[in-house]
Structure formats: C-alpha cells, structure tokens
C-alpha cells in the first residue's frame, strides 16, 4: 500500500541528536506524553501511528504523512537524494494531480522548477502550515476520540493490573477481620 512506503521511506524511526529514541530521557510516557503537545505525540512512533488511525477515519491522513516526509526530507543528504525526495513529496502532497493532496495556503504557485535547486527547508513554510491546522484542528480531536481514550485505558490497566488490585483487597480482607 501507498502509505505504508511512504511511511516506511519516509519516517524509519525518529531519533533525538544522539540517536537514542526521543522517549528514553523523557519521565512521561504513552498518552500522558501525547497530552501534552502534538510535538510530543509527533516525537512517539506510536503515538504517529495512533494519530493516523485517527486522521485516517476523518479522512485526512496526508497531514500527517506530509509532516512526517517533510521531517526526514531535512535530514537528506546530497543533492541528487533531495531532488528525488522533494519530487516524490511534491508528486505526493502538492501538486494538482497529487494521490495524496494536502491543502495549503500557495499552493496553485507551487511548481516543479522548485526541485531543481533543492535544499533541506524549501518545504517549511508549507509543513508549519499542515502542523498548525493538525494543531488546532485535528489534534484537540484526537485527545477526546475513541482511539487515544481506549488506547490511555488499556496503558493504566496495564500498570495498574485487576489481578493486583483483587489480591489487595484480598490481603485487607484478611488483616481487617
């Protein structure tokens, strides 16, 4: 499927400076983290991939897509693999006949000549715009849906297990007789 390689080229894994995984210095974790800033959830692969189920039934998951390649594209090296990732973004996302179109303000000025003299932020003024409608669109959306109150849930189930909870009660029971 489409996304699955757009995902998988462009977004491998998101890493801090050092390369450890974003989470791994950070005392929040899962949804708490993801409640606190579409950075935050942006910053955690799964919450990306809760976020685009979420996206993907409101029907607009290229947001994120677009995002998350204009993200990786920044980090590209080496002109020949800017002027190959910046053609597959603007054939994805951007122009007219894009298979997965993201609305943004300028767009219809938007041509091909832009890839021929690439360089890591040509897409920045067009990716804050997507952030900023996620933000305070869809974003505020996610934190009250099914997706991310089910998936909250069953994180506290699984640091506060029914089992330890009955096997407590079950010791105050018995000391309490």
Request: overall charge negative; charged content about 30%; aromatic content about 12%.
């Amino acid at each position: 499927h489409f996304f699955q390689f757009c995902v998988g080229f462009f977004f491998p894994e998101i890493n801090d400076s050092e390369g450890h995984p974003s989470s791994s210095h950070q005392a929040l974790k899962g949804t708490s983290k993801w409640a606190t800033s579409l950075e935050n959830l942006l910053e955690d692969p799964e919450g990306v991939k809760r976020f685009r189920e979420f996206l993907k039934k409101e029907f607009s998951e290229e947001n994120v897509l677009f995002w998350l390649a204009c993200e990786e594209f920044k980090k590209t090296q080496g002109k020949k693999q800017m002027q190959e990732k910046a053609k597959e973004i603007y054939m994805t996302f951007l122009s007219s006949k894009a298979s997965s179109q993201v609305n943004v303000e300028g767009q219809s000025r938007l041509s091909e000549t832009i890839l021929e003299t690439p360089h890591p932020l040509m897409f920045q003024k067009l990716q804050d715009q997507i952030f900023n409608l996620m933000k305070y669109d869809s974003y505020s959306r996610f934190l009250k849906s099914d997706i991310f109150l089910n998936h909250k849930k069953s994180e506290e189930q699984e640091e506060n297990p029914p089992e330890a909870q009955t096997a407590a009660k079950r010791a105050s029971r018995i000391y309490n007789t």
